[in-house]
């Protein structure tokens, strides 16, 4: 299979895909807030979409490793990896694939002005707080190339899960 300049949207009909994100997570004078990307508006699967950092492991990569190497590809940054906290799958319809997603808690090692992002991948980046992350769901949330196991963006639901875990509020986990 031939590898194209955006792997969201390399072929994979009928395979799993691996792929990973970090919630990455900074202290703003008393206000935690979580590093968003917004993906370019040339990429084919959710563009001008904000997202987690991360993407696709390879195949024989260790998932930890993998992640790191796209965040340092993304946006010129080295991580410290936390926690996994969530985990949940969808049908890519660009792709064609199912693809599983695992989340983790992470924080730059370097200092935060000093993020790079990466014009194929993402056109701009922000950082949320809780409310922020309600107030733009819809630039968050995708509605249309993607196919959830049950009826909400799991990404979304995660972000909040993770938001509340770093506030040390009780969190659902059934």
Not at 78 to 101: L, Q, R, W
Not at 118 to 128: A, G, M, Q, V
Not at 151 to 169: F, Q, R, S
Request: contains cysteine; proline residues 4%; hydrophobic residues 35%.
């Amino acid at each position: 299979m031939s590898k194209i300049s955006h792997d969201s949207e390399t072929p994979a009909k009928g395979q799993q895909v691996i792929t990973a994100c970090a919630l990455i997570h900074h202290d703003f004078d008393g206000v935690v807030k979580i590093f968003v990307a917004k993906r370019a508006a040339t990429k084919k699967f959710l563009p001008n979409i904000y997202e987690l950092p991360g993407g696709h492991i390879d195949f024989g990569e260790d998932i930890v490793e993998g992640l790191k190497r796209e965040i340092e590809e993304e946006l010129g940054m080295t991580v410290t990896m936390g926690d996994p906290f969530a985990a949940f799958s969808y049908i890519n319809e660009v792709k064609g694939s199912h693809s599983a997603e695992i989340i983790y808690f992470a924080k730059f090692n370097e200092p935060i002005e000093q993020v790079s992002i990466n014009s194929e991948d993402h056109s701009k980046y922000d950082w949320f707080s809780r409310d922020e992350v309600i107030t733009n769901q819809k630039y968050m949330s995708p509605t249309d190339k993607i196919k959830y196991t049950g009826n909400v963006d799991p990404e979304y639901d995660a972000v909040l899960k993770g938001l509340d875990i770093l506030a040390g509020k009780s969190v659902n986990t059934q």
